[in-house]
């Protein structure tokens, strides 16, 4: 158990709809990821969240948005969904300083677009 | 061309072979190097960390980074069917920032 929790596990949702992936981080982590993994994509960074502030953007859709609360955890929202959205989103923390490099990931929530 | 490239296998062996897993990268201002483990349905978990190049081992696994040919490599002696997953490379400029992900490699390792 990595101490990263995730909300839901699984979500099966139409095309067009909005839905909302809940995370949050190890105890004392300020630092939050998002990740989306499919078989032909493999793992893609997201965005990252520092101490509620946006820090670094991956290939994030616009259609996509992210915050981190001031209890530090952190909320992916995915809206206007298609087909190819379906995929694992997988959130991770880390600390600051010097072990950053060592993100712990959470169990990921899978969705499905139907 | 990809940041970082890494065969997707799969890659199958018997047990107590030496395995070897590969990856190459394009930016060389990549400082972190780690590889990652993860079981099917589970999320990532990290095996090993290297900055900047050198060799690194921790009991059956040794992580091996060479900056000059934009190579890194995770060889696990001894493998046992308990390794049977997926093994992804990742690498960041800065600790933590940007973490770029190889594709990973599926293992499976024969009783």
Known sequence: DSGVTQTPKHLITATGQRVTLRCSPRSGDLSVYWYQQSLDQGLQFLIQYYNGEERAKGN????FSAQQ???????LNLSSLELGDSALYFCASSVVG?????QYFGPGTRLTVT | QKEVEQDPGPLSVPEGAIVSLNCT??????QYFMWYRQY???????????????????????????KSSKYISLF???????????YLCAMS????????FGAGTRLFVKA
């Open chain 2, 76 to 86: 696990i002696r001894d493998s046992q069917p308990s390794d049977s997953a997926t």
């Open chain 2, 93 to 100: 400029v800065t600790g933590g920032f940007k973490t770029i």
């Open chain 1, 98 to 102: 010097d072990r950053a490099y060592e």
């Open chain 2, 25 to 30: 990268y394009s930016n060389s201002a990549f």
């Open chain 2, 40 to 66: 099917s349905r589970k999320g990532p978990e990290l095996l090993m960390y290297t900055y900047s190049s050198g060799n690194k081992e921790d009991g059956r696994f040794t992580a091996q980074v060479d």
């Open chain 1, 60 to 63: 994030i859709l616009e259609r």
């Open chain 1, 69 to 75: 609360f001031p209890d530090l955890h952190s909320e």
